[in-house]
């Protein structure tokens, strides 16, 4: 299984930088999540992560102009997010990953990568209805398990045909998360 770690702004602002070094060791990629500040701030901090992290794999959320501009691998959407066709032949060279909350949303939208969620319980400010850990092989497309991920009910994920797990949370314990993912 792969590492898909979310480099959040809110989440990690002041430490942003020190956060993605550490992350690249034990991360796949790192998508950096990053809303609801000026396009000029956006593009300046994608910048300086791609300059700080040459060799990692780095998407951005929602904004493929900027994640071309910067560098970045790729450009991760959701519902609200321009069509991800409209985006793929607007920008051909990005690997487009794509938000989905069921099984449907993965099969009628077209993207090289999804991230499922919620998976477990996690803590949000409106009311957090679990998928559980849902078997997703027969799907055939890369998943990425999202959503209350730990070191405790990672192993619940395994043989369900997810690509990899995906997490903000997960950070302090993705050394170990790594060598358990690896060891399986």
Known sequence: ?????????TTFRENIFDVAKEASTYADAIWF????????DILYLSTRLRNDLPSSHLILSERPDIAQIAGFNGVHLGSNSIPTHTIKKAF????????AHSINEIEEIEADYYTLSPIFYTKKEYEVDPLGPVNVSFVGK????LGGISINNVAELFNRGFYGIAGISFFKDLNVLSRKIKSC
Not at 1 to 9: A, E, V
Not at 33 to 40: G, L, P, Q, S
Not at 142 to 145: E, G, K, Q, S, V
């Open 1 to 9: 299984m792969k590492i898909l770690f979310i480099l959040d702004y």
């Open 33 to 40: 999540r990053i809303k609801n500040i000026d396009t000029v």
């Open 92 to 99: 051909p060279d990005l690997e487009l990953g794509y938000s």
């Open 142 to 145: 890369r998943i990425y398990a």
